[in-house]
């Protein structure tokens, strides 16, 4: 076990805890939220542009991600592919679909950039776990709530600017220069997530022997060996379906951003992808020469050149995407691959203070931070409306104020001793611009 330099109390297990196991699982380690991560993408807009458009990118954002804009027609057998197989699977299926946002997705080039997603974004499922409704009807096209949502608490999806170099050579290889506009997207598999990690928590809880107290802090294990093994197939598939759900996820919001910036810029605004990688979830690698089961939970991986062999990162390490808090710089690092840490990372700065006590004083702070940052919401605060319903207005500042930078810790010292332990080590430093948030 290890833990990261933001490691703080959550349900269950801490987040920023790396856990190894031989023979068994821990479902719980995880938790619901299956495939959170992070995806970076490179703009050729400038920061100034984004400043003197920014009221009409709200506009052009809000309509998009919040108000009827989001337009992602899929077939039962996209989601079928997309469930079994990920980006790859699902991208080869779409080829015909002249729908929606599909025509940006391949004028994007998405399907030639999945090097740059990490296992390509592709996950095998052996089958789809218990979500058939919601794939649709056979051979008919139909939109669906949940591809292409950022989710609550601190998902976003994040406009940024590269403000400062910190490692020139490696900033180059990956297009990260100085006053480059970039778009930082923060979600998992939403809904999705949350109906497979239930389901098992379930199952482990009546798997556990009825004659062994159960463990006080209500962690169960899924054992491997042969008694359990129709359970632990079935798991993997749930596993595997939430994560491809989550890569998409991720893309989609993604493209959505280009979709607003095209709108408000015109077609000529680039868009290269970075990196997109989880910091909630599994996967089997070889630990001391042994296979082994590695749990990352709010925890990025970090690994180094010679783990990246066979992909754009072979002769530099892992990027490695640490946001700040809402307002606050995000970095972007390049992995070590450090052994003690398991080349896992910080995947953040951590809560300061619970979402209950970040709603109790700090008035002025958050008074400030609202003039001098842009949020876009499902609410338009702009709205003279709104601004008279006081009911409507205060329950989203709510929501807006739990997430307020006075709430996380700073990322400064988590960088910092991100680098001094060798586990990772920065390249530039981002700061916002605008931040949209679900």
Known sequence: MAVTPDFHKARGIPVGTVLATRGYMVPQAIGNDINCGMR??????????????????????????????????????????????????????????????????????????????????????????G?????????????????????????????QRVEKVLDGTVAHAWGLKSGTVTVMVHTGSVGIGHLCGGHYRDVVRKLHPQQLKHPDNGIFILPEGDRHRAHAESFWDALHNAANFAYANRMFLAVMAAAGMRQVFGDHVGYDLVYDAPHNFMWKEQIDGEEAILHRKGATPARGFDAMAGTPFAYHGEPVLVPGSMGASSFVMVGQGNNESMASASHGAGRMLSRGESMRGFDDEFRKFMEQFRVVTPTDL?????????????????????????????????VNTLTEAGIARPVVELVPLMTIKG
């Open 131 to 159: 979500l058939s409704d919601f794939m649709g009807e056979e051979g008919r096209l139909s939109r669906d709530g949940q591809i292409g949502s950022i989710g609550g608490g601190n998902h976003f999806v994040e406009i």
């Open 40 to 129: 970076l993408h490179t703009t050729t807009l400038r920061p100034d542009d984004v400043t003197a458009r920014i009221d009409d990118l709200e506009t052009a954002f809000r309509h998009i991600f919040f108000e009827g804009g989001r337009d992602i027609p899929m077939t039962r057998g996209q989601r079928h592919a997309m469930f079994t197989g990920g980006l790859e699977k699902m991208l080869s299926e779409t080829r015909r679909v002249g729908e929606g946002l599909w025509p940006l997705v391949r004028e994007l080039g998405v399907a030639d950039q999945l090097d740059r997603v990490e296992r390509r974004g592709s996950l095998p499922a052996g089958r789809v776990f």
């Open 382 to 414: 702009r709205r003279a409306d709104v601004r008279q319903r006081p009911d409507i207005l205060n329950k989203k500042l709510e929501q807006i104020k739990q997430e307020a930078p006075f709430a996380y810790k700073g990322i400064g010292p988590v």
